[in-house]
């Protein structure tokens, strides 16, 4: 199982965690070329885990994390996956270490939005959420994982929240 997602501004887009295995991500990007022709200019991991990572250097963007993540990242071995849950895929699977860490947080302005990106607390930490601000609407994004096996059981809420005038 795994997700990711994109954000699409006037001059660029962003790509939200990248895929377990190359096809994955492939198939990903050839699905985002048909929404939009922008360059990708980030890739934010939510976390270290490794269907959010091992694809970053398909990508071609700067890659943004919290820096624990980054320190997972560089501790990770996709061979032991290959040999610990044969029945997955991690072709194409490639350590990338991110480009730029986060601590704490940090904004990043995409035309009339404000995304802030910030670290998740719990139960991770280190993973990041995102808060989306746009047209007098907050969107937020948070990821939650419950660690059963390093690759199953993960949990997507999002919500949207209208702001008063």
């Known amino acids: 199982m795994s997700n990711a997602g994109?954000?699409?501004?006037?001059?660029?887009?962003?790509?939200v965690d990248s895929l377990?295995?190359?096809n994955m991500a492939r198939s990903f990007i050839r699905k985002i070329r048909e929404v939009t022709n922008k360059p990708l200019r980030f890739l934010?991991?939510?976390?270290?885990?490794?269907d959010h990572i091992?694809?970053?250097?398909?990508?071609?963007?700067?890659?943004?994390?919290?820096?624990?993540?980054?320190?997972?990242?560089?501790?990770?071995?996709?061979e032991i996956y290959s040999v610990l849950f044969p029945e997955l895929n991690f072709s194409?699977?490639?350590?990338?270490?991110?480009d730029i860490t986060?601590?704490?947080r940090m904004k990043i302005y995409m035309?009339?939005?404000?995304?802030?990106v910030s670290i998740q607390v719990w139960p991770t930490p280190q993973g990041i959420s995102l808060f989306i601000c746009q047209k007098r609407k907050l969107y937020f994004v948070e990821i939650f994982f419950?660690?059963?096996?390093?690759?199953?059981?993960?949990?997507?809420?999002?919500?949207?929240?209208?702001?008063?005038p």
């Open 92 to 98: 194409g699977a490639k350590i990338t270490p991110q």
């Open 44 to 50: 934010l991991n939510t976390h270290g885990d490794a």
């Open 54 to 78: 091992w694809t970053n250097h398909l990508f071609g963007a700067t890659t943004i994390c919290h820096e624990n993540c980054r320190d997972d990242t560089m501790r990770a071995h996709p």
């Open 6 to 15: 994109l954000i699409v501004g006037e001059k660029y887009a962003i790509v």
């Open 111 to 116: 035309e009339t939005r404000e995304i802030e």
């Open 146 to 164: 419950f660690q059963v096996n390093a690759l199953l059981l993960q949990c997507l809420v999002a919500s949207q929240v209208a702001l008063k």
């Open 20 to 22: 377990t295995n190359e």
């Open 102 to 104: 986060i601590n704490k």
